[in-house]
């Protein structure tokens, strides 16, 4: 085996190695950890598009999932209550979710448009339309694991 090839059978299992490590672990990171110390590589890596399908199949909610999609509408901010930033993705099964951002924790995505790709990391909660992702930001309470939204390599959480 040449080094080249060597070198990517590494890389190709330290990537592995980490992905498995994060899905075990995500439950029990600390509430403090920053989420831009969150692997760019990682991120990308993981696709709960099929989770998502199943639980919108099931009609489930609470299901922790991290996935991408193209913003396919942007909606009015919501101000009842805390103020979300919404919009619509569109996830590579087809299925299609509201992003509910709350922007009273977290920084709202600045220049967003339809066609952006955005990453997330978040709840998924059913409704018949294709379901909302919510939690998307820290939670200064610590009751609930962090999620956060990536958008042209920044995280907002």
């Known amino acids: 085996m040449n080094k080249t090839n060597l070198r990517i059978g590494v890389v190709i299992l330290v990537l592995i190695a980490a992905y498995l490590g994060i899905n ?3 439950h029990t990171l600390p509430k403090n950890e920053s989420s831009t110390t969150i692997s760019s590589e990682i991120i990308s890596t993981v696709d709960d598009s099929q989770k998502i ?3 919108f199949q099931q009609q489930q909610k609470n299901v922790q999932v991290r996935a991408s999609g193209v ?3 942007i909606l ?8 979300h930033q919404k919009f619509i993705l569109s996830l590579q099964n087809g299925l299609t979710v509201l992003v ?3 922007i009273d924790l977290a920084p709202r ?7 952006d790709v955005v990453e ?6 059913y409704n018949p339309k294709g379901g909302v ?5 820290h939670d200064p309470q610590q009751h609930h694991i962090d999620g956060w939204l990536k958008h042209q390599g920044r995280i907002y959480q």
């Open 53 to 55: 399908q199943q639980a």
């Open 120 to 125: 997330f990391y978040g709840e998924y909660e």
């Open 76 to 83: 009015a901010d919501d101000h009842e209550g805390s103020r």
């Open 71 to 73: 913003v396919k509408a």
């Open 100 to 102: 509910a951002h709350n």
């Open 109 to 115: 995505i600045e220049n967003l448009k339809k066609g």
């Open 24 to 26: 075990r672990e995500q």
């Open 133 to 137: 992702i919510h939690w998307t930001h």
